[in-house]
């Protein structure tokens, strides 16, 4: 059988005045991960939209599409294409797990939830002769699933081949997040065993590693024996982990030991009306400034994520989370504006109080104000949220953030970290054009082991951690 396996792009992403090197960061795993599912007899593709150009003209007998909510437009016009010319459909992912009526007549099958169980049912079903329309998935497991077809993975394209996924999901529960509306149903965390978590890690090549799980700290017994399993595998890694992780005893220190270089720290806001809020419990009475300190001491760098336009939010939210940042010395920020997405708790609660403006998909890429804020008219919050990057990443900025490092070599990285990533972005806008997005990645492990940590015994004579990366 014949499968083409698409992740479609955002408009964005495809600009032809523009690349952001975001797009060119990651391959698209979660196909990865569902070819792992096919026989050998099939022959099987995968395009990424994002960084080449899909050709269309082909004649696959099964095409399988994964839907982003920002990509949900581009996904159906495709998926309506392919369905013309007579392939069969299979959508899924978020978008689809969200609003399954939308996505269905674009499809002859959709699929809600994580795929690894509902993916292979589907497979027998197909070759039978008797695919369902709908498959929902309700075993969460992912002991014993196969390798992901990385063979299928075009590495060349991207900056970071080698990231990877060790669990699903996030044992908290956010108002905001997608995560209750992806895995309701079923658990809603779940992880690898050990052992083939550390297989699939001895499998990748090269040093650097990203995992883009949602919370690799979340379950402790596990995260312990990965970063035990992963010492004197001279990897260079980065992650997302949250504030009461970091502040854990014990935990990041194993991580820091393993290879752990930066880390995305969701903050998301310095109020803890607006934690409450958003039921971000897990954040709350934590203190931001010893977690920040706790890691720079481990040499590892800070990406923080913030989130602007929560109910609490006035005009001064801006300029009082940026001068925070700053005073902090965090590496690198990451800002959204507050993003309802479909069939999460925040969306059911705007749309009660009739407060969504939009529901064009396409705006809703946490840059864009698709609702009505409390304290704030949509365009302050807008124009806040991109003040707040500028000033972030000015170099005046830059220079007093560097400024909190204890050492001159601590305060060279900074400035080269920040500076790479939001001053240099015409250069990455070249070198995606060129494709030549993994001729850098030397020079991001370079960069990444560029300096030595003294100040703290744990990490000295171990490579100091400092990414471009960890601003997507
Ligand atoms: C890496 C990542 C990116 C990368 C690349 C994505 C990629 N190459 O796949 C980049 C940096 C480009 C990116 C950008 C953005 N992202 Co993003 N990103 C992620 C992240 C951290 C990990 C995705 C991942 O690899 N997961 C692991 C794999 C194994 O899981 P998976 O991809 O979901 O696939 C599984 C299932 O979904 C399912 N499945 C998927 N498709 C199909 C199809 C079929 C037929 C079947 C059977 C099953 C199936 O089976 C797979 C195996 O279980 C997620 C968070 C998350 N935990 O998912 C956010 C996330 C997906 N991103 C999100 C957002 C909002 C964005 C941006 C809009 C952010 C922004 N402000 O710029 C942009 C735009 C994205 C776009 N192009 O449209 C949201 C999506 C919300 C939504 N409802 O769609 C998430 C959930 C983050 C969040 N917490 O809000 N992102
Ligand atoms: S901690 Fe992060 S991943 Fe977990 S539910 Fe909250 S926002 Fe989602």
């Keep these: ?51 080449e150009t899909l050709d269309l003209n082909d004649e696959p007998d099964l095409v399988v599409i994964q839907v982003y909510i920002t990509s949900a437009y581009r996904a159906y016009q495709i998926a309506d294409h392919y369905r013309a010319k007579g392939a069969y459909v299979a959508l899924g992912g978020l978008h689809v797990t969200s609003l399954p ?54 590495r060349h394209l991207y900056l970071v081949p080698n990231s990877i996924v060790v669990s699903r999901g996030c044992p908290h529960v956010c108002d905001f997040c997608y995560k209750e509306a992806f895995f309701k149903g079923g658990k809603s965390f779940y992880t690898q065993a050990v052992d083939d978590a550390l297989a699939e890690i001895e499998r990748l090549p090269g040093r650097h590693l990203y995992f883009l799980d949602d919370h690799l700290f979340g379950n402790a017994r596990f995260a312990a024996a990965l970063f035990d399993g ?52 897990q954040n709350l ?35 009082r989370t940026v001068a925070w940042a700053v005073e902090q010395g965090i590496e690198t920020a990451t800002f959204h504006i507050l993003t309802p997405y479909p069939d999460t708790a925040l969306y059911k609660r705007m749309q ?51 400024a909190s490092k ?26 995606i054009r060129a494709r030549r997005v993994t001729s850098m990645l030397p020079v991001l492990e370079a960069v990444l082991s560029g300096g030595r940590v003294a100040e703290n015994p744990i990490t000295q004579n171990r490579e100091s951690s400092s990414s471009i990366l960890d601003s997507f």
Excluded: C
């Excluded at 096919?38 to 099987?44: C, G, I, K, N, T």
């Excluded at 498959?135 to 196969?146: C, E, F, W």
């Excluded at 060279?412 to 240099?424: D, F, P, S, V």
């Design 230 to 281: 992963m010492r004197g595998m001279n990897r260079l890694w980065q992650a997302a982990g949250t504030v009461q992780a970091v502040l854990r005893s014990g935990l990041l220190e194993k991580a820091v030991a393993s290879g752990l270089r930066s880390l995305f720290v969701g903050f998301e806001t310095l109020n803890p009306e607006s934690l409450k809020e958003q039921h971000k419990h």
């Design 285 to 319: 009475n934590r203190d931001y400034n010893a977690a920040i300190r706790r890691l720079h001491e481990f040499g590892v760098m800070v990406n923080g994520s913030f989130v602007f336009g929560m109910d609490q939010d006035d005009e001064t939210v801006f300029d």
């Design 352 to 402: 009660t109080e009739n407060r969504l403006t939009t529901s064009n998909w396409d705006l809703y890429d946490t840059r864009h104000v698709v609702y009505k804020p409390a304290r704030i008219s949509p365009e302050a919050l807008k124009a806040g949220y991109w003040r707040a990057y500028r000033d972030f990443y000015r170099w005046g900025s830059i220079l007093q953030g560097a």
């Design 101 to 154: 009526d939308e996505a269905a007549p674009h499809a002859d099958s959709i699929f809600l939830g994580p795929g690894e169980d509902t993916f292979p049912k589907f497979l027998s079903d197909f070759r039978a002769g008797t695919p369902q329309k709908v498959y929902q998935s309700q075993v969460r497991d992912l002991i014993g699933m196969p390798h992901i077809r990385r063979d299928l993975i075009k």
């Design 406 to 431: 204890p050492t001159l070599k601590g305060q060279l990285r900074h400035i080269a970290y920040a500076g790479g990533w939001k001053k240099l972005e015409p250069l990455w806008d070249f070198v």
């Design 1 to 51: 059988m014949n499968v083409k396996m698409i992740l479609p792009a955002l408009t964005e992403a495809k600009s032809p005045f523009f690349r952001p090197i975001k797009y060119s960061l990651f391959p698209p795993l979660g196909l990865a991960t569902l070819a792992g599912y096919l026989s050998d007899d099939d022959a099987v593709t995968i395009q990424d939209e994002h960084v």
